[in-house]
């Protein structure tokens, strides 16, 4: 029983023997196998590879695919025109040489992302420092992160980092915000301006539509109360045309008619009032009689109010 036990021990231990020694490699990945601390060997193939066991050997992992870096300082910095600009960027970078990074930089990304940002940052306020605020914006910008990527990877190469730029680029350039407040200011400024412009203009054209308007209205009533009259005066003409051509055809009618007239117009108002004596006046002779006047006899002309 003691022999098994000690059998299945001995096989235990050397199964945790041969694993220590084996280490595998992702192709996404550097391996680097240090002796007592210092770097013993780099793997850069992928796969299954071997090892002594702790603590003689040891093995750690350092990332070979291509890395970003995002600026994430706000300081501004100075163009040629001395103008106060924050710059926002990013660099494309990656580890070529993982001995040299090690030994340059630390065991990590991050190490090399705090150095190498410090860098960029540099070169790019040496490459700002100039050109001016229309060069970075439009006309030159392109040769900027050239020149700051060119720069960059000058340093690092010099420095013996073990890095490769790849890519520089600027994403935004904005003024900082003490003067973009002053900038939008005088934008707010320079848009109430012209809107108050706008709006004077705006006045100015109604006010000479609407006399327009007003001036054509009178002038359209002007030629419809000339056009009434003038077929009121045809309309009174043919009126009066007639009038004569019946009363001349029977005067006695026409004395009856006028008669008639005269008693409509002296009772118009309801407040009219006349003071009339049935036996001493002709006024009323006419509703007297048969409803006709008798031959011979002509309506006397009514009496004055």
């Given at each position: 029983?003691?022999?098994?036990g000690f059998i299945v021990t ?278 007297r009689g048969a409803g006709s ?13």
């Amino acid at each position: 029983m003691n022999k098994i036990g000690f059998i299945v021990t001995g096989v235990l231990v050397a199964l945790a023997l041969l694993s220590s020694t084996l280490f595998v490699v992702d192709q996404r990945q550097f391996g680097v196998v240090y002796a007592l601390g210092q770097i013993k060997d780099v793997i850069t193939e992928p796969g299954l590879h071997f090892k002594l066991p702790p603590p003689f050997q040891n093995v750690s992992y350092i990332d070979k695919r291509l890395l970003s870096l995002d600026s994430n300082d706000t300081e501004p910095m100075l163009t040629a025109e001395k103008q106060r600009l924050v710059i926002d960027w990013f660099v494309r970078w990656r580890i070529i040489n993982p001995s040299q990074y090690i030994r340059a930089v630390g065991l990590n990304e991050a190490a090399g992302a705090a150095q190498l940002s410090r860098e960029v940052r540099d070169a790019f306020q040496q490459e700002i420092s100039k050109r001016t605020v229309r060069e970075l914006l439009s006309t030159r910008r392109d040769q900027l992160m050239n020149d700051v990527r060119q720069s960059v990877q000058q340093e690092v190469k010099a420095r013996n980092w073990g890095i490769e730029i790849v890519d520089v680029r600027m994403t935004r350039a904005d003024y900082s915000e003490s003067i973009t407040e002053s900038v939008y200011r005088r934008m707010q400024a320079e848009r109430q301006r012209v809107a108050n412009e706008l709006r004077s203009t705006g006045a100015a054209e109604g006010e000479k539509i609407r006399a327009d308007a007003d001036r054509q209205r009178e002038v359209t009533l002007a030629n419809a109360y000339r056009d009434a009259q003038k077929v009121r005066g045809e309309g009174d003409a043919q009126a009066a045309a007639a009038y004569a051509d019946a009363f001349g055809r029977d005067p006695q009618f026409a004395q009856f008619y006028r008669s008639l007239e005269a008693y409509r117009a002296s009772f118009n108002k309801k407040g009219d009032v006349m003071v009339l004596d049935p036996d001493g006046t002709e006024f009323f002779r006419t509703y007297r009689g048969a409803g006709s006047l008798a031959p011979g006899i002509t309506p006397s002309q009514p009496p004055r109010r």
